[in-house]
């Protein structure tokens, strides 16, 4: 076996697991969930049978990772977030063929608390709040907050809050990594520390 699992996890037959992941206490991963390498799943998680998740992604204690889920490389999942795949659930009508697609880019965190409500995007490198709740595409490197959540800043790749306005034309060097992010109207892009 090329990856730890904790005695008390299950992992049904069919689902893959990337080498050097972490399956910790009680964790219940579903046949033909795909999980790539160096990834980390917490105590109590679970997971769907159609999930995608990529290298080297931690999910936090209490997370439930639902069909129809994709989580780019380095995605942070922080403890008891909550996916959804149904948009308007009844318990009395069968609606699992009315799964919406989520996408959680590259190295996005999701804080603690947060519910991503389906059909949307969480942009690359993204940062979204403990308690949030998000009902609308992130775009990349955005900050949200609040219930519903609102876009309050930029972050960097590092994981720093950036001194840029919401929306205009700017331009900002990461102390940490030398890199460069600006600003063209309500899209930020980095720029290599070379360029």
Same mark, same amino acid.
């Given at each position: 076996? &090329? !990856?730890?699992?904790?005695?008390?996890?299950?992992? +049904?037959?069919?689902?893959?697991?990337?080498?050097?992941?972490?399956i910790w206490?009680?964790?219940?991963?579903?046949?033909?969930a795909r999980?790539?390498?160096?990834?980390?799943?917490?105590?109590?998680v !679970?997971?769907?049978?159609?999930v995608v998740i990529?290298d080297?992604c931690?999910?936090?204690?209490?997370? &439930?990772?639902? +069909?129809?889920v994709?989580?780019?490389?380095?995605? !942070?999942c922080?403890?008891s977030?909550v996916f959804?795949?149904?948009?308007n659930?009844? &318990?009395?009508?069968e609606?699992? +063929?009315?799964?919406?697609?989520t996408?959680v880019?590259?190295?996005?965190?999701?804080g603690?608390n947060?519910?991503?409500?389906?059909?949307?995007t969480v942009?690359?490198? @993204?940062?979204?709040?403990?308690? @949030?709740m998000v009902?609308?595409?992130?775009? @990349?490197y955005?900050?949200?907050?609040g219930v519903?959540?609102?876009q309050i800043g930029?972050?960097?790749?590092f994981?720093?809050?950036?001194e840029?306005?919401?929306?205009?034309?700017?331009?900002?060097?990461?102390?940490?990594?030398?890199?460069?992010?600006?600003l063209?109207?309500?899209q930020?892009?980095?720029l +290599?520390?070379t360029?």
């Amino acid at each position: 076996m &090329s !990856f730890y699992q904790h005695p008390s996890a299950i992992v +049904d037959d069919g689902a893959q697991i990337g080498e050097g992941s972490r399956i910790w206490h009680f964790v219940h991963i579903c046949g033909g969930a795909r999980i790539g390498r160096g990834v980390s799943l917490g105590q109590n998680v !679970f997971v769907g049978s159609k999930v995608v998740i990529g290298d080297h992604c931690k999910i936090q204690n209490n997370v &439930s990772v639902y +069909d129809n889920v994709t989580l780019e490389e380095g995605v !942070f999942c922080g403890p008891s977030m909550v996916f959804t795949n149904v948009y308007n659930p009844r &318990s009395l009508i069968e609606r699992k +063929d009315q799964y919406r697609d989520t996408l959680v880019k590259k190295g996005a965190t999701l804080g603690a608390n947060c519910t991503i409500v389906c059909g949307i995007t969480v942009g690359e490198f @993204a940062f979204v709040g403990a308690g @949030a709740m998000v009902n609308k595409d992130v775009p @990349a490197y955005a900050l949200t907050v609040g219930v519903p959540a609102r876009q309050i800043g930029w972050m960097s790749e590092f994981g720093e809050q950036l001194e840029l306005p919401l929306q205009g034309n700017g331009e900002v060097v990461c102390e940490h990594t030398a890199a460069r992010y600006v600003l063209n109207g309500h899209q930020l892009v980095k720029l +290599d520390a070379t360029a």
